[in-house]
């Protein structure tokens, strides 16, 4: 009696479908574990012309850096990098409502872009202080926003920590050093 290969197939395709879709998840799920786990630097994928503005800004030409940037934003919208590093130069311009709304717009674009959330965080904390608890108010949203993003983001997860330590809730500061001292080490980069 011979069985042909096509005879086993067409008698079991499904488990054949099955088996296959198994060992593509479980190799899928290997390659995020190592990726996920491994020390590397953080950092986002930017252009040519987002290197270009930001070594502007870094060698404190920030004229020629903010024109860069949004240039870069009229062509793309989308890129969240440059749309955060114009916010760093409103900032740095003493523009905090120009620098929140970049932010803002960055974590709407991209709402696991960790930088984004440090910056609007900090830009808060320069407020004059009689519109703090209101700035604060909007942070403790877009700070949960950040959490549902990136529940494992030890730079989110740093960020929230030290705004719930800044107004004073020491439940959420508990549990956020307790997720915090969960994850393994990573270093990052500044944007």
């Not at 630097?41 to 290197?51: D, H």
């Not at 240039?71 to 003493?94: F, T």
């Not at 330590?165 to 990573?186: F, H, T, W, Y």
Request: net charge positive.
């Amino acid at each position: 009696m011979k069985i042909s290969c096509w005879t086993i197939i067409t008698k079991h395709w499904w488990k054949i479908i099955i088996a296959v879709g198994l060992i593509s998840t479980l190799i899928w799920g290997i390659n995020a574990w190592i990726i996920y786990r491994s020390p590397e630097v953080l950092s986002y994928p930017t252009s040519l012309a987002v290197k270009e503005a930001q070594a502007l800004y870094t060698a404190g030409d920030l004229s020629e850096a903010k024109t860069k940037y949004q240039e870069i934003i009229q062509n793309h919208p989308n890129d969240y990098v440059a749309v955060n590093g114009l916010g760093n130069i409103l900032r740095d311009q003493n523009d905090y409502s120009g620098a929140e709304e970049m932010y803002l717009q960055a974590i709407n674009i991209y709402p696991r872009y960790e930088f984004a959330y440090r910056n609007l965080l900090s830009i808060y904390q320069m407020w004059p202080k009689e519109e703090q608890p209101a700035k604060l108010q909007i942070f403790g949203e877009v700070i949960k926003k950040g959490l549902r993003a990136g529940p494992r983001s030890g730079n989110i997860l740093g960020t929230a920590l030290s705004y719930y330590q800044l107004i004073g809730d020491a439940a959420k500061v508990s549990e956020l050093e307790a997720r915090l001292a969960k994850l393994p080490l990573k270093s990052s980069t500044i944007e």
